[in-house]
């Protein structure tokens, strides 16, 4: 079952066309940041939604905060999880 949150974070990146490949820092891509927030816990994904919204009403740049979010990713974490996708 899909989340509501999973919903309203795909529809919100398409209707901005969030560039999923666009490179963050020297490994990790928005696509990644996205998955690991799809894979967050709800009480994050509130606060990630009202960031989002908050940057979105005032026009900011959404790349932003998904490069500051980035910085808590290591190499080895979206090794892993790219591994995890792959065996799916």
């Not at 080895?76 to 065996?87: D, F, G």
Request: aromatic share 12%; charged share 20%; net charge negative.
């Amino acid at each position: 079952m899909v989340s509501p949150f999973y919903d309203w974070f795909t529809t919100f990146l398409e209707e901005k066309e969030v560039d999923m490949s666009l490179p963050l820092n020297a490994h990790v891509q928005v696509g990644d940041v996205c998955q690991f927030i799809c894979n967050t816990t709800p009480e994050e994904q509130t606060k990630i939604k009202h960031t989002l919204v908050m940057i979105d009403f005032k026009n900011g740049d959404v790349y932003h905060f998904f490069r500051h979010l980035a910085q808590a990713l290591t190499p080895e974490a979206v090794e892993q999880m790219h591994n995890r996708m792959m065996s799916l």
